[in-house]
């Protein structure tokens, strides 16, 4: 089993430019999420997904879109990449939502320069 | 969400038992109690969670005080593959589907 998938690994963007981070299981997994870590810092959920066609915004999703066409893919589109979006991007699934463990990808880390 | 403490860091030597606290004084009668542990360069790993009872599987083993205000992660033998950092992370689902990552307790493992 792949398990959770992520494209691609690392990224160099300018300001201003846009891209897709891409995400997928293959675990069957109704929910998913997506995370941005910080130097030295703590995960923090920028988007959640709880069936394909039903997403919602977490703590920081100011600056980033997301869509779940189905159930295996969860993007995570960047419109006009800043700076302060420098960090690396975990994207994650569950079986069920806070009783069951989140299985995570290996990231993808994105430097805006 | 209710908060949790973590030391910042530990140590321990090779093959001997490790054993990780975490207080967490104000949980919730519904609150989980989650552990990850993340590996350099790599994302978050799910190692155990329980919400009374201790709890066992093939990573570790999770006591949990009787209050609920505190708990342990004990890793049986520590290996070098288990240096990493320990989150202790509580969750009471409803809306709220996020794992609140703090800063989390760096684990040293001597050869």
């Known amino acids: 089993n792949a398990g959770v998938t992520q494209t691609p690994k690392f990224r160099i963007l300018k300001i201003g430019q846009s891209m897709t981070l891409q995400c997928a299981q293959d675990?069957?997994?109704?929910?998913m999420y997506w995370y941005r870590q910080d130097p030295g810092m703590g995960l923090k959920l920028i988007y959640y997904?709880?069936?394909?066609?039903?997403?919602d915004k977490g703590e920081v999703p100011n600056g980033y879109n997301v869509s779940r066409s189905t159930t295996e893919d969860f993007p995570l589109r960047l419109e006009l990449a800043a700076p302060s979006q420098t960090s690396v991007y975990f994207c994650?699934?569950?079986?069920?939502?806070?009783?069951?463990?989140?299985?995570f990808g290996d990231g993808t880390r994105l430097s805006i320069l | 969400d209710a908060k949790t403490t973590q030391p910042n860091s530990m140590e321990s030597n090779e093959e001997e038992p490790v054993h990780l606290p975490c207080n967490h004084s104000?949980?919730?009668?519904?609150?989980?109690i989650h552990w990850y542990r993340q590996l350099p360069s790599q994302g978050p790993e799910y190692v155990i969670h329980g919400l009374t009872s201790n709890v066992n599987n093939r990573m570790a083993s999770l006591a949990i005080a009787e209050d609920r205000k505190s708990s342990t992660l004990i890793l049986h033998r520590a290996t070098l593959r288990d240096a990493a950092v320990y989150y202790c992370i509580l969750n009471s689902g409803g809306s709220n589907y996020k794992l609140t990552f703090g800063k989390g307790t760096l684990l040293t493992v001597n050869p």
């Open positions: 104000t949980i919730s009668g519904t609150d989980y």
């Open positions: 997904s709880v069936g394909a066609g039903i997403t």
């Open positions: 994650a699934s569950s079986y069920g939502a806070f009783n069951q463990p989140q299985h």
């Open positions: 675990m069957n997994h109704n929910y």
